[in-house]
Structures are given as C-alpha cells and as structure tokens.
C-alpha cells in the first residue's frame, strides 16, 4: 500500500525567508510522487512532479522538491517566501503502474507567510 | 487557460436525497476522476473512469454512488440517498491520456462543497 505523511500540519514562515515543508512516502513500487497547492476557493493546483527522471524537480512559481529515496522523502522549498504561497500544500503519491492514476494524498500542510 | 469547472459550489442537501454533482472536464481529456474531501480529513480516491466506464473504484464507492458521462461534455457524480456522513468537498479532475493516463497531469476542479443536512 501506498501512503504520504506530511509532517507539520501548519507552517509559519516570514515573507522573504525560505520555505521547507515535509513529506516522506511509503511504497512498494517505484512510486510517482506530486505536490499540489490549493489556495483558498480554488482548485488543486499541481506545482511538480516526481517520475523516475531527475530527483531534483522544479515546479511553478519557484518550489522545487528532491526525491531521496534513500530517506523516502520529498520535501518541498522555496529559497524566499512571498505573501501569495499562503496557501494549503498536498504531497501525493502515485503508484507508477496503478492505472489511471490513482492518487493518494498527504493530509495537508497549511502555509502562513507574514510580512 | 483551459480548466475543470465544477457546479454547482455549495449544495445542501437533506438526508435520504439524491444529489447529482456536476463537472466539465477538460475537453481533450480522456480520464476522470472523483475525489472527496471530509472536513479535516484527507483528499481521497473515489473513483476513475476512461471510455465510458468505471476504470478504478475505492471501497468508499459503494452501491449509492454512481458516475455518468451522459453527453459527451458533463461528467457527474450521483449519490442515491445522502447520508450526514457523505458531507465533504467533492473534486472533479481530468487527465489526457498517453500512457493509460499514466504520469500525466490531472487538473482539478475547484471543488463541490456539499452539506447534507
């Protein structure tokens, strides 16, 4: 079975200073691992994704994430935080041979920048 | 930029009704999928559908659900009889295709939010 935790539930950071947000994920296959952000009244939003290419992997608006499979984690930064990332941040796996892609997701962690 | 669409973005519905949850995938998207989200909990895994039939279901999907691409552009989800427990954000999303819709990006929808009463 797969899974993802998320290991804060809420994160508070400074505008300007870095970002980190924690997932480590369990899998028995070479799994395919994603993180999306909903912001308030919006859609999931995929900002990258993880599938066997390269371990570090950028994404929208300056996040980026590594893959250690070593440590099964993936976390997600940002070198300097703005007001806008507020915002709900999933880490989700995916079983690279489960059809259709079937998503499991992380239970979330809630991303509070301050001036 | 295309996106899913979903309708309607609050519902409430009285327990023992049937309520039908609308969305519009992306038009050249070939894979669907329902996602719900109870207040607190995570996002789970309801169900996919490819060519006109249930590709993958969770066991959360069970005999009162029921999903329909009844014309080609809509793609719904059908509850028969809510129960208070069925409250939750429900997320409609789409995926192209390629490799059996493998590693391609599904794009969400905003989100139902139903409220059975």
């Known amino acids: 079975a797969q899974s993802v935790t998320q290991l804060d539930s809420h994160v508070s950071v400074s505008e300007g200073t870095p970002v980190l947000l924690r997932c480590n994920y369990s899998?028995?296959?070479?799994?395919?691992l994603f993180w999306y952000v909903q912001h308030p009244n919006k859609g999931l939003q995929l900002l990258l994704k993880?599938?066997?290419?390269?371990?570090l992997v950028k994404g929208i608006n300056g996040f980026e994430a590594e893959f250690k499979k070593s440590e099964t984690s993936f976390h997600l930064t940002k070198p300097s935080a703005h007001m806008s990332d507020a915002a709900e941040y999933f880490c989700v796996v995916s079983h690279l041979h489960t059809g259709f892609q079937k998503l499991v997701f992380g239970t979330g962690t809630r991303l509070l920048v301050s001036p | 930029e295309p996106e899913v669409t979903q309708t309607p973005s609050h519902q409430v519905t009285q327990m023992g009704q049937e309520v039908i949850l609308r969305c519009v995938p992306i038009?050249?998207?070939?894979?669907f999928y329902w996602y719900r989200q109870i207040l607190g909990q995570k996002v789970e895994f309801l169900v996919s559908?490819?060519?006109?039939?249930?590709?993958?279901k969770s066991e959360i999907f069970d005999d009162q659900f029921s999903v329909e691409r009844p014309d080609g552009s809509n793609f719904t989800l059908k509850i028969r009889s809510t129960k208070l427990e069925d409250s939750a954000m429900y997320f409609c999303a789409s995926s192209e295709g390629g490799d059996r819709g493998l590693n391609t990006e599904a794009f969400f929808g905003q989100g139902t939010r139903l409220t059975v009463v």
């Open positions: 038009s050249n998207h070939l894979y």
């Open positions: 559908f490819y060519n006109n039939e249930i590709s993958e």
């Open positions: 899998s028995s296959y070479s799994p395919s």
């Open positions: 993880y599938t066997s290419a390269a371990t």
